[in-house]
């Protein structure tokens, strides 16, 4: 096998090996979702979540009986080397309560 077909080949396994380490977007999201969900729940406990709306990339809007959030996903660096699904935390606005 000359260098160039070992190489190639090397390429395409680690190519393979990222590409397995991701998250599928809908599990992604489901992610996210979960961790808004979890904050809001966290920030105005008084009230259950109604709806949650998106509001373009990374940013939703989140209605809890008489109080609405914005959350914002924000993305965090990944560690050196390492793949796998993105890495996030939630942040949120004051709550608006009527």
Known sequence: MSA???LCCFALLLAAN???AAVAPNY???RELI???NA???AVPKYP???IVSQGRDRYAVVAGKCSVIAKIIGLPSKPG???PRQFEVELDKPDCD
């Open 4 to 6: 160039r077909s070992t």
């Open 35 to 37: 961790a808004v969900i």
């Open 40 to 42: 809001v729940a966290a």
């Open 18 to 20: 990222q590409a397995t």
């Open 49 to 51: 979540i109604d709806k």
């Open 28 to 30: 992604q999201r489901a």
């Open 82 to 84: 390492l793949v796998g």
